[in-house]
């Protein structure tokens, strides 16, 4: 039986209709600009320059307090500018696009690996700036142990995705980083989902705690 938390606080914006379960596309743009400052509390240190060939994976710039912490490309292609302001900081990194991507490769076995091991991967690979630090959202400090981690499952906010659409068909993935966040963390991975969801994706996962929140937004 999953523990229920019902909240009482709070308030549902009311708002006309609902975010549509369709998948789109879109036309992909020739440049991409990668700009640290969308990371907050990051001091960049470059390590591409113009003109050099890059993969989607591969790292633009690490963190100078956390210099194990790096920041990745979204796409493979060209460095075509590297956008500087006052006193030289870097205001952005201009990536041409490649029409066929390139990823850069980081082989790994889950299993076998130990919690520094994946932590380690998951810094390399510019992927530990989506782990945020409560209570005020900055990228979490990985020198520090946590005392729990909470993965939400739902958003509560009007014309919010529904994740059990965007997530559908992609529970292996999500049970490999459920997994590396519980081998990191070494402290038990909460999943909140909305109460009475019976979504299997979320429900089917090993090695995490699941509490369902019921009451107004933000539950």
């Known amino acids: 039986m999953n523990k229920v938390i019902k909240l ?8 006309s209709g609902a975010a ?11 440049i991409f600009r990668v700009v640290p400052d969308h990371f907050a509390g990051v001091t960049p240190r470059l390590d591409v320059h113009e003109g050099d060939k890059v993969k989607a994976g591969q790292a633009l710039f690490h963190d100078k307090q ?8 979204p796409v493979s292609g060209t460095v075509k500018a590297v956008v500087r302001g006052e006193k030289r ?3 952005s990194i201009d990536i041409e696009a490649d029409l066929v991507l390139e990823y850069e490769k980081y082989e790994s076995n889950l299993a076998e690996m130990t919690g520094e091991q994946v932590k380690e ?29 909470f993965v939400s499952c739902f958003d509560s906010a009007p014309l919010a995705p529904d994740y059990n659409y965007v997530l559908r068909g992609h529970g292996t993935e999500l049970q490999a980083g459920i997994t590396a966040l519980s081998k ?9 989902i909305r109460y009475g969801e019976k979504a299997s994706e979320f429900r089917a996962l090993k090695n995490v ?11």
């Open 8 to 15: 009482k606080r709070g308030l549902d914006i009311k708002i």
């Open 66 to 73: 956390f210099a194990e912490m790096f920041f990745a490309s």
């Open 89 to 91: 900081k870097i205001m």
């Open 184 to 192: 990191m963390a070494g402290v038990p991975v909460n999943l909140g």
């Open 121 to 149: 991967l998951v810094l390399k690979a510019g992927v530990w700036s989506y782990i945020k630090q409560r209570p005020y959202d900055c990228i979490a400090n990985p020198q520090k142990q946590p005392k729990a981690v």
């Open 20 to 30: 549509v379960q369709e998948t789109g596309s879109v036309c992909r743009p020739e």
């Open 209 to 219: 705690v699941v509490t369902e929140y019921a009451g107004p937004h933000p539950a």
